[in-house]
């Protein structure tokens, strides 16, 4: 079964976000496609995870990853890394609240 998670910058606790808030830029676009490059490489297949940066569209700088997958020891690595160097979050859906690494 997979689970939903989304990557943000935030460090008040969830439910005490307002309900317009917006999330911060986690960084340039090329800062952040280059992070998850570094640790979501997609030449390993055996990862049960799927990464999605927030589109230009919507945003110059992303301001979320959605994280789509099963939450293993490897998979769990690579989103606390992420989280680590991009100085952000991981708020998972199946717990209602933040992943504490």
Do not use: H
Not at 44 to 73: A, C, H
Request: glycine share 6%; proline share 6%; aromatic share 10%.
């Amino acid at each position: 079964m997979s689970s939903i998670g989304i990557i943000f910058r935030e460090k008040r606790e969830f439910e005490a976000l307002p309900q317009n808030w917006i999330p911060e830029p986690l960084g340039s676009r090329i800062e952040v496609e280059a992070i998850v490059q570094k640790y979501f490489p997609q030449t390993v297949p055996e990862l049960l995870l799927s990464l999605e940066i927030e589109t230009q569209d919507d945003s110059d700088s992303p301001r979320t990853i959605s994280v789509t997958g099963v939450w293993g020891e490897r998979e769990i690595s690579v989103i606390k890394s992420i989280c680590e160097a991009l100085s952000a979050r991981f708020y998972d859906s199946e717990i209602g609240g933040y992943y504490e690494f």
